[in-house]
Nanobody, 119 residues
Framework: QVQLVVSGGGMVQPGGSLRLSCAAS????????MSWVRQGPGKGPEWVSS????????VYADSVKGRFTISRDNAKNTLYLQMNSLKLKDTALYYC????????????WGQGTQVTVSS
């Protein structure tokens, strides 16, 4: 079955950095567009970023553009999210999802990892 195991979350001060990883299994990762989604406390899900199957095309939400970088290693079936210049508003549970910006909500997201930005 599809498994998406996210790791790398934690607590960081504003301006700090974290790198999230998503280990994928149960489907053909190398031919699947992938996305990061987050859900802040008391908020609905927010799409963060997507990358196409080959890794050559990326898109970002305006809220993270210039600070976050999505990437993937198809040989390792792993998706990444490098988060720099973190802000308080980036505090959320972060998930990885199969699909791009228009269809990421159609499948399961895995358990997510908590990112807390706090001074």
């Amino acid at each position: 079955q599809v498994q998406l195991v996210v790791s790398g979350g934690g607590m960081v001060q504003p301006g700090g950095s974290l790198r999230l990883s998503c280990a994928a299994s149960g489907f053909t990762f190398s031919t699947t567009d992938m996305s990061w989604v987050r859900q802040g406390p008391g908020k609905g899900p927010e799409w963060v970023s997507s990358i196409n199957a080959g890794g050559g095309a990326t898109v970002y939400a305006d809220s993270v553009k210039g600070r976050f970088t999505i990437s993937r290693d198809n040989a390792k079936n792993t998706l990444y999210l490098q988060m720099n210049s973190l802000k308080l508003k980036d505090t959320a549970l972060y998930y990885c999802a199969r699909g791009g910006p228009t269809n990421y909500a159609e499948g399961s997201w895995g358990q997510g990892t908590q990112v807390t930005v706090s001074s």
